[in-house]
Protein backbone atom coordinates (compact mmCIF):
# COMPACT_ATOMS: atom_id res chain seq x y z
CA UNK A 1 0.00 0.00 0.00
CA UNK A 2 1.02 3.33 -0.87
CA UNK A 3 2.10 5.57 1.92
CA UNK A 4 2.31 9.59 1.83
CA UNK A 5 3.16 12.07 4.31
CA UNK A 6 0.26 15.29 4.32
CA UNK A 7 1.60 18.91 4.43
CA UNK A 8 1.57 19.13 7.85
CA UNK A 9 3.33 15.79 8.33
CA UNK A 10 6.21 16.67 6.23
CA UNK A 11 6.90 19.94 7.75
CA UNK A 12 7.00 18.35 10.78
CA UNK A 13 9.66 15.35 9.61
CA UNK A 14 11.90 18.06 8.06
CA UNK A 15 11.76 20.68 11.46
CA UNK A 16 12.81 16.92 13.38
CA UNK A 17 15.46 16.14 11.28
CA UNK A 18 17.14 19.27 11.16
CA UNK A 19 17.18 19.18 14.87
CA UNK A 20 18.50 15.67 14.68
CA UNK A 21 21.00 16.36 12.81
CA UNK A 22 22.12 19.51 14.61
CA UNK A 23 21.92 17.81 18.13
CA UNK A 24 22.51 14.08 17.92
CA UNK A 25 26.09 14.39 16.83
CA UNK A 26 26.77 10.60 17.24
CA UNK A 27 23.69 9.66 14.90
CA UNK A 28 22.89 12.52 12.87
CA UNK A 29 20.72 10.43 10.45
CA UNK A 30 18.53 8.06 13.01
CA UNK A 31 15.65 10.02 12.86
CA UNK A 32 15.26 9.98 9.11
CA UNK A 33 16.68 6.41 9.04
CA UNK A 34 14.04 5.05 11.47
CA UNK A 35 11.19 7.01 9.67
CA UNK A 36 12.33 5.47 6.23
CA UNK A 37 12.41 2.11 7.47
CA UNK A 38 8.97 2.64 9.31
CA UNK A 39 7.27 4.24 5.66
CA UNK A 40 8.66 0.90 4.37
CA UNK A 41 7.22 -1.18 6.82
CA UNK A 42 3.88 0.30 6.52
CA UNK A 43 4.03 -0.37 3.13
CA UNK A 44 4.56 -4.14 3.52
CA UNK A 45 1.97 -4.28 6.49
CA UNK A 46 -0.55 -1.11 6.63
CA UNK A 47 -2.38 -2.86 9.82
CA UNK A 48 1.05 -2.11 11.70
CA UNK A 49 0.46 0.15 14.53
CA UNK A 50 -2.31 0.93 17.24
CA UNK A 51 -5.84 2.16 17.23
CA UNK A 52 -5.46 5.59 18.55
CA UNK A 53 -8.83 7.11 19.52
CA UNK A 54 -9.37 10.42 18.05
CA UNK A 55 -13.48 11.85 17.89
CA UNK A 56 -14.89 9.56 14.78
CA UNK A 57 -11.85 9.49 12.66
CA UNK A 58 -10.06 5.91 12.29
CA UNK A 59 -6.58 6.91 13.30
CA UNK A 60 -3.51 4.33 13.92
CA UNK A 61 0.05 5.42 15.23
CA UNK A 62 3.38 3.70 15.29
CA UNK A 63 6.06 4.54 17.93
CA UNK A 64 9.14 5.00 16.43
CA UNK A 65 10.85 3.26 19.22
CA UNK A 66 14.51 4.74 19.06
CA UNK A 67 14.15 8.23 18.26
CA UNK A 68 10.71 8.15 20.50
CA UNK A 69 8.36 9.92 17.72
CA UNK A 70 4.82 8.85 16.50
CA UNK A 71 3.67 7.93 13.59
CA UNK A 72 -0.08 9.64 12.80
CA UNK A 73 -1.55 7.83 9.86
CA UNK A 74 -5.16 7.23 8.18
CA UNK A 75 -6.26 5.62 5.38
CA UNK A 76 -7.82 7.02 2.74
CA UNK A 77 -8.39 5.36 -0.53
CA UNK A 78 -5.70 2.47 -1.00
CA UNK A 79 -3.56 4.43 0.67
CA UNK A 80 -2.06 5.36 4.03
CA UNK A 81 -1.90 8.89 4.93
CA UNK A 82 0.73 10.65 7.62
CA UNK A 83 -0.93 13.22 9.18
CA UNK A 84 1.40 13.56 11.62
CA UNK A 85 4.83 12.88 13.18
CA UNK A 86 4.50 13.64 17.21
CA UNK A 87 7.19 13.64 19.76
CA UNK A 88 6.20 10.37 22.40
CA UNK A 89 7.14 12.64 25.05
CA UNK A 90 5.38 15.55 24.78
CA UNK A 91 2.28 14.02 26.95
CA UNK A 92 -0.20 14.78 24.93
CA UNK A 93 -1.11 13.98 21.40
CA UNK A 94 -0.96 16.23 18.10
CA UNK A 95 -4.27 18.32 17.17
CA UNK A 96 -5.71 15.98 14.17
Not at 5 to 19: M, N
Not at 30 to 48: D, K, S, V
Not at 71 to 83: D, G, M, P
Given at each position: ?48 GTR ?8 RRM ?13 QKE ?18
Amino acid sequence: MKVELSAEAHAQVEKIDAWWRKNRLVAPEMFITELGNALTALEEMPTLGTRYVVGTKNVRRMLLRRTRYHLYFIEQKERLFTVAVWSAYRGRGPKL
